[in-house]
């Protein structure tokens, strides 16, 4: 037969909703004071050990290899010294890349040539090195001089002839290292090390992909890819980015995978540590007694929480009921790891009554509130992966204005897409606002009184490039570059140098629009060096605009 299961319950039913007068604790005799203290639980003893020490085991796996892109293969080593996003997001290089410009060409190239003059080496020798270099790597822009723009052509005017384009004396060394035993250009051997010492100059300064392989950045779908792998003991384990945009790159851009063919070196430190657990505190948490003086940041009395504030609510009962349960315990681990606790034991108040230590179960171990954890990756199949991974990833960098800056919107009116350039670079290394530097669409003569005249289109500046939409298979929509009276792209985020048209997919350019833009990038890596990259991020653009584009136009 079912039963029934009834019970009463007691609930305090207060006057006013204010709690300051019951947290007041107004004391009017010491029988109220026990009362009151037996009331909140200062005499339980029940499970009122503190912990005094807590001894950690584990390891952490060290990252040992970088693959670029979504291409699989075994990618190439990473000694951790280059930060992980100026790799992933420097611009692919060459003897004529974009990456590094004519200005920096120059530059480098000019050093070059004072380190030469200013080491011990015979003068007809250098002499010669110089009158090579200058026929071999000429300064310029690889037969478009008659497209540069006129501070550009002064440029190049100035220093054709004086200086050799260090960006293609770089490429050059770089497929062929010199080394003593095969002088380059005429020089001794003892150039080698003053090649050499301009070499890693370059690179501090020109931190560039490799030439080779595949680029990082989608420019498809606007977003950088790219894995690295460790060696977990004999298990290979890939954490991947899927969709990196730039900026701040950490744990959360990652995806665990399991072996894909990176065979990462074997890397692990092991971790020990014993140390003393420090109570969890945060400013204006109440004492963790109840007579225990407040501070007076503290104002619970002012905590109001809807019933939909879930997250306010757990911040006041964690403060109020659960915070002396917590504690910390420090754990320092080496940057670029994937760290893995092993052992957790606990030395209480009681052990020596309870017959020793603690043994915990480890995060995600158990069921229930021993499954929780913190800084779990995810897995491409939708699951958990525990472990803390520390990407190696500088603390901070130092960012230039915007080389170039594309904003992306949609035009309601026009039923168009557009790419606005509104910044692009110039060969000599300055910007070129495109904003402001287009001049506006002449105005149609009008017709004469009393006349219709009939207009096909209106006109729209040159740096708005239209988004055509396309569908190159059932389901699944494009955006395509297309142009209006011959207007190109100057910049490079538009030329991305894909085989036929630019296009992205239509769901990367939302309603409120999107910026991108390229900018340098300067930090250090872990070993105090200089990196300078070129980085592309993708923002929130400003809404919606209007091109003032109409079509079939009749005026009078």
């Known amino acids: 037969m079912p039963s029934i299961t009834s019970w009463t319950r007691l609930e305090p039913r207060a006057r006013t909703g204010d709690l300051r007068p019951s947290l007041e604790a107004q004391v009017h005799d010491p029988a109220w004071m026990l009362a009151r203290q037996w009331q909140l639980g200062e005499f339980l003893g029940d499970d009122a050990g503190s912990p005094v020490w807590v001894r950690v085991r584990g390891h952490a796996d060290r990252v040992t290899r970088y693959r670029p892109g979504p291409a699989a293969g075994p990618g190439v080593p990473y000694d951790g010294a ?24 120059a530059e480098s190239g000019q050093h070059l040539l004072r380190l030469l003059r200013a080491a011990d080496l015979p003068a007809d020798a250098v002499a010669d090195a110089v009158t090579l270099l200058l026929d071999d790597y000429p300064l310029g822009l690889t037969g478009q001089e008659g497209a540069a723009d006129e501070a550009t052509a002064r440029y190049l005017t100035v220093l054709r002839g004086r200086v050799p384009d260090g960006n293609a004396v770089a490429f050059t060394l770089h497929a062929s290292p010199p080394t003593p035993a095969e002088p380059v250009w005429g020089l001794p051997p003892e150039a080698a090390p003053v090649l050499e010492a301009w070499l890693a100059w370059y690179d501090e300064r020109h931190l560039t992909a490799p030439v080779t392989g595949p680029d990082t950045w989608d420019p498809q779908r606007l977003e950088y890819r790219f894995s690295v792998g460790l060696a977990e003991g004999t298990a290979e384990t890939t954490l991947t980015a899927e969709a990196y945009q730039g900026g701040t790159l950490d744990w959360t851009d990652f995806t665990a995978a399991g ?37 007076a940041r503290v104002a619970l009395g002012q905590v109001e929480a809807a ?9 006041a009962e964690f403060a109020t009921v659960y ?28 052990s020596s009554e309870l017959g020793g230590p603690t043994l915990l179960p480890l995060p995600g171990a158990g069921a229930g509130d021993a499954h929780w954890s913190l800084y779990s990756l995810g897995t491409a199949t939708g699951g958990r992966r525990t472990g803390l991974f520390v990407p190696p990833v500088t603390a901070g960098s130092l960012e230039s204005e915007p080389l170039e800056e594309v904003l992306l919107v949609r035009d309601e009116d026009a039923n168009l897409a557009w790419a606005v350039e509104r910044r692009v670079p110039t060969p000599h290394g300055t910007t070129l606002d495109r904003a402001g530097a287009t001049p506006p669409a002449e105005a149609p003569a009008p017709p004469p009184a009393g006349t219709l005249a009939y207009r096909l ?57 999107l910026t991108v833009t390229r900018t340098h990038q300067y930090a250090r890596g872990s070993d105090g060096r200089g990196v300078l990259w070129t980085a592309r991020r993708t923002r929130p653009g400003r809404g919606g605009a209007a091109s003032g584009l109409r079509f079939d136009v009749v005026e009078e």
Do not use: K, Q
């Not at 019933?307 to 911040?315: E, G, I, K, Q």
């Not at 500046?461 to 939409?469: F, Q, S, T």
């Open 82 to 105: 280059a930060p992980l996003e100026a790799l992933a997001e420097a611009e692919p290089g060459g003897p004529r890349s974009t990456a590094a410009d004519l200005r920096a060409g």
């Open 259 to 295: 072996a894909t063919g990176l065979a990462p070196a074997p890397a692990r430190t092991p971790l020990l540590s014993t140390t003393f657990p420090a109570p969890v505190r945060f400013p204006g948490m109440p004492a963790r007694r109840f007579w225990e003086f407040e501070d």
């Open 307 to 315: 019933p939909s504030d879930l997250a306010r609510m757990l911040v």
């Open 323 to 350: 915070g002396n349960d917590w504690y910390m315990v420090p754990l320092d681990v080496p940057s670029g790891s994937l760290t893995t606790i092993t052992s957790v034991v606990v030395g209480d108040t009681f």
């Open 457 to 513: 289109r209106t006109e729209v500046p040159a740096n708005w490039l239209p988004l055509v939409p396309v569908e190159p298979r059932p389901g699944s929509y494009r955006l395509r570059l297309s142009h209006l009276d011959g207007a190109t792209p100057l910049g490079r985020l538009l030329r991305p140098g894909l085989p036929g048209a630019y296009e992205l997919f239509a769901e990367e350019v939302p309603r409120e629009g």
